[in-house]
């Protein structure tokens, strides 16, 4: 794919603007007193990964749709396995968003979840490091967001559920 520089500091750029956007709504609606920037760093993590996926699936369907236009197009297991491991990223990275969501949210039981995810991708993504350093990328997004909420954990707690707590957290 030409311009691939371009492609991938845009693909950054847009998951910063989206992870700034998102922090923003998820800070003013939170249930929590989480900060605004591990709400922007564990949306800009999991907008990283799922944006790239989604460029992924753009790439192979465009190099397949070249190869119908030329005649030489051939249905074949790596088109098939491609195209099958961009939507399963894409899927788990929106999985990942909506429990940040979930947990930002006060729903603090869900952490275990969004932990499963995110250790399903690198799982998954691990495989991929030897035929493409590429692969990496989900997997160092997966442990921003596996290092945030650990380290942040108190935060994702309601009011309610805070030790010591004397104030209540309005958004």
Known sequence: MENTVIVDSSLILL???????????????????????????????????????????????????????????????????????????????????????????????????LTLVSWSIVALSLPIVPLNPIGLLPVISSVIILATVSLTKSQWKPAAFQEHSNTIVSA
């Not at 609606?29 to 990964?49: E, G």
């Not at 396995?81 to 006060?106: N, P």
């Open 15 to 113: 998951a910063i603007i989206g992870g700034w956007m998102l922090g923003n709504i998820m800070y003013r609606n939170r249930q929590t007193p989480v900060s605004w920037f591990t709400l922007f760093l564990v949306n800009f993590a999991a907008l990283w990964c799922m944006f790239n996926w989604i460029a992924h699936v753009i790439a192979v369907l465009a190099v397949n749709v070249q190869r119908i236009m030329a005649g030489s197009f051939v249905y074949t297991f790596p088109f098939y396995a491609m195209l099958l491991m961009g939507i399963t990223f894409i899927a788990l990275s929106v999985l990942q968003l909506s429990r940040i969501r979930q947990l930002s949210q006060g729903k603090h039981y869900l952490r275990k979840q």
